[in-house]
């Protein structure tokens, strides 16, 4: 018998600490003056300690000698990023935006939209994903950009026709937008609720009003601030879900509060609807900002909020990059895996032809799944279970190169354990300090 690669080992008070599996998702909590045990050899451990033997060996911290872990992750991996019941494909209608953020790193393109060509390309694109998927049970369709609102009504088509297809194969269909939210009518909403099983909207604010129209305003200088409330309000009384993600930086972190006092005046049927979501900017700078306060006032609120506890979990729910049956098709049929560079050729996977197939020109889905845990310093790495392998982009590109591509040292990957235990355990039992009843 032998230790498992992936354990960690975290304190959790004076009094005890915590042994934590990664490929199993269990923790052993122990007493401190026990510690040292796990420091021996597994055959003397069964004998000084054979009650912790016994957890260890129920957790997986203990395996068998021959058992491969390293292996079983990978197929787990490939798996999930394999699965063939979900297709998701994501589309840029135009890289035009009626707004220009500061920190935005797409360049946007004026007048860009999708050709009537390229809209048929697409549509023997969607012929053939579901002739050839007939395990599909459902189609996500997910709209970026540029702001993807823009030009809706080629957008119209392209969803009435997935629709149609869905409909077809007896499959569900999911649409969602990653939009400003300025240009969003009642009519629009209407058309949406109309054509899909569950309809979803992302939607940022930078800061409280006086700050979000410093950053987001109309060509003649008017903010936003308040068509956008207004407007993801019309979502929520429509039952469509919207992530509303507050952009929060140095500077307009004290503003955030104030959006707080604005959504308190919707009706409770909203709320629902609703959830919020911090995300410093990270062109902001690296000081240290205390945004828990005011997550837990929105939570007190009664809105639900994304934890400030960040929860690991990359290999169950790998990015949608990763995954073999999603594609990114942008205005002008250029495709792409991800969303999180810009849209140059230079950046293209390949492109979509007058056939409807894609020609990958740099490497195919499943040559970027092969690309994730390749490096030795993952193989080994106690929270590979968790991490899945780091961004596949950034392991396409050769980011980091043979060091973590999230850059965690041991430390981090401590905290990382220390935060699934507070999310698992220390919550359930109402932040109680006795942590030594989880155990019990």
Known sequence: MKYSEYNTLVSLT???????????????????????????????????????????????????????????IRLQSIEIDKSPSEFKLMLNPTLDCNLKCWYCYEKHIKGSKITHNTAENIKKFVNKTFEQNKTLLAFSLSFFGGEPLIGFSKTKELINFIADNCKKYNVSLNISFTSNGVLINKKMVDFLIGQSDRVSFQISLDGGEIEHNKVRFFPSKKGTYRKILQNIQLLALNRISVILRINYTTENLYSIPSILTDLKEWKEECKSYLKIDFQRVWQD????????????????????VSSPFHNVDNLKFSCYA???????????????????????????????????????????????????????????????????????????????????????????????????????FVKKHEKSTDLQTVRE
């Open 14 to 72: 004076e009094k005890v600490s915590a042994i934590y599996n990664a490929l199993s998702d269990k923790f052993v909590v122990i007493k401190n003056e026990i510690v040292e045990d796990i420091n021996l050899p597994t055959a003397l451990l069964l004998q000084k300690n054979s009650k912790l033997y016994g957890e260890l060996l129920q957790a997986s911290a203990i395996v068998e000698d021959n058992y491969n872990e390293y292996q079983i």
């Open 285 to 304: 700078g690296m000081s240290e900002l205390d945004i828990d306060p005011i997550l837990d006032n929105f939570a007190d609120a009664g809105f639900m």
């Open 322 to 424: 990763d995954k073999l049956n999603q594609v990114l098709i942008n205005y002008n049929g250029d495709v792409y895996k991800c969303t999180a560079r810009d849209f140059s050729i230079e950046n293209r996977f390949g492109y979509l032809s007058e056939t409807g197939d894609i020609v990958w020109t740099i490497m195919t889905p499943e040559e970027r799944i092969e690309t994730k845990m390749q490096k030795e310093v993952c193989k080994t790495c106690s929270i590979l279970p968790l991490c899945g392998g780091g961004c596949s982009q950034k392991c396409v590109e050769g980011c980091y190169g043979d060091d973590c591509t999230y850059g965690y040292d041991e430390n981090a990957k401590k905290e990382i354990v220390l935060n699934r235990f507070y999310n698992y």
